[in-house]
């Protein structure tokens, strides 16, 4: 997954509603692959990054990430727009199984939050994440 971001931290950041004045909000960019047998099953914000179902992952880290080709971009406050490659990474020992993938038994989620702990009320009022070219890239196997 790749594309350009750019991103503002809101002024004041709390944790369920109490200020921490020595914390600065961070955004995240994601996309996971994952199992899900039964059409209704889907993950949310308090398992999309641990669920047992997780086959890939493509994540933005906190720094830099320069021991891999591409340098993968880091989650950085900025007024530029900034290039971003984000592998995906294989979890929990899976790899996609090409029948499953027939069958539809796989779903993919994308996420952008301009707060990282969003989904647990942590973050700053006015945190601002604008994401621009995004491509989600596939190859043939």
């Keep these: 997954m790749k594309g350009y971001f750019k991103f503002k ?16 909000d961070r955004f995240d960019i994601y996309a996971i692959l994952y199992e899900a047998n039964e ?3 889907m ?4 398992n999309s990054l641990t669920s047992e179902n997780i086959v890939a992952k493509a994540q933005i880290s ?7 080709k ?25 790899e996609i199984n090409k029948l499953k993938l027939q069958d539809g038994k ?3 989620s994308i996420v952008l939050s ?3 702990k969003g989904a647990y009320f942590k973050g700053a009022v006015g945190s ?3 994401v621009d070219e995004l491509e989600l890239i596939s190859e043939d196997n």
């Design 128 to 130: 601002t994440l604008y």
């Design 43 to 46: 993950l949310d914000g308090s």
């Design 106 to 108: 796989y779903k993919l």
């Design 39 to 41: 059409n209704s099953f």
């Design 70 to 94: 591409p340098a993968r971009a880091a989650a950085v406050e900025t007024d530029e727009w900034t290039a971003f490659e984000l592998p995906f990474e294989p979890m929990n020992g899976k």
């Design 9 to 24: 931290a809101g002024e004041v950041y709390t944790d369920e509603g109490e200020v921490q004045k020595d914390m600065k």
């Design 62 to 68: 906190e720094e830099a990430v320069t021991s891999k």
């Design 114 to 116: 301009s707060s990282v």
